[in-house]
């Protein structure tokens, strides 16, 4: 995600913080000095930010455990303001699976809720906890506050709308009935009315339910987009969106050649060769890149991308839809029979499903 910041890895799974964390540090503190906090108190508060999103962690962790058991690694896991998001290689769609893997999340946060209570006096009235509560971060209520954000992180996770936990796991619940396309439209419909419900709420009371509603619109609706564009592709292989003709260019020649191309041409992603074997791609992109860092002169083997990735012809689209849409910047090699036989990239298969979509709109209308 751009505006992110690698941690370091755990579990072996690449750790990322956004760049808006650091704003909700700022916020955290600000609120605490503006109520009259003392530096103590400041940093009890900024130490139990920190813990929570340690827990988001784990959180994230429990999805990816989940889903390598069913053989699915994860990317990464950055956190952002708003909690965790664990990029999976691609998602679980048997109904069963995905919901397994949704429900790991929320699990995790009533564990550690549930070990806390173990350790923790919780007081008898709510009057008596109203009042621990309000009196801001410290030693005495620190995990008392620790085990009620477990319980809430752990129900807003569970509310029904994507991208959250709880809108994958209507979305399983209804696959079982319903075509995972169809299952997902319902669940977004559902979450975006709610999210709907969030943005009138923050009116009257936190402005930062407004974020999160359209934060829950915009990703039910990429979420809907995403799995619409994947049914479309069901049933197509490689060799249906095959591009037999494309541009090569020597690893040795300077990127002036490559530039005159792009201007010269449609092609935007160049496959670069060397004794007429693939050894790069290089892009739009990464041609200017290598423009304004080394000039002109500069040898493409120096810019372009060597991590080539190949496919199989009678590959089914749907089996490579994440790999296709996560190497939006890159060619891919389409093999048969241990042969070059053409080339796939991501504008080629966007087009492929807009037909499919004007198609099929147009034999719905006839």
Known sequence: ???SFKLGKVAGIDLFVHWTFSLLLAFIIFMNYRSGYKAVQIMWSIAFILTIFLTVVLHELGHAIAAKRYGIKTKDITLLPIGGLARLEKLPEKPIEELIVAFAGPMVNLFLAL??????????????LMAQLSVGINADNFFLNFLIVNIALALFNLIPAFPMDGGRILRAILAFKFQRHTATKIAAR???LLAMGFIFLGFFSNPFLIFIGFFVIMGAQMETEYTASKYLLKGYTVRDV???QYQTIDAYEPIKSAISLLLDSQSKIFLITDNDEPVGTLNRDQIIIALSRSGENTPIINAMNKNLVFLNIDTLLGDIFELVYHNKSNLMLVMENNKLVGTLDTENLLEFILIKEVKQKTAYAV
């Open 242 to 244: 095959l591009m037999k």
């Open 1 to 3: 995600m751009k505006g």
């Open 190 to 192: 559902i979450g975006q």
């Open 115 to 128: 070990i806390t209570s173990f350790f923790v006096a919780i007081p008898e009235n709510e009057e008596v």
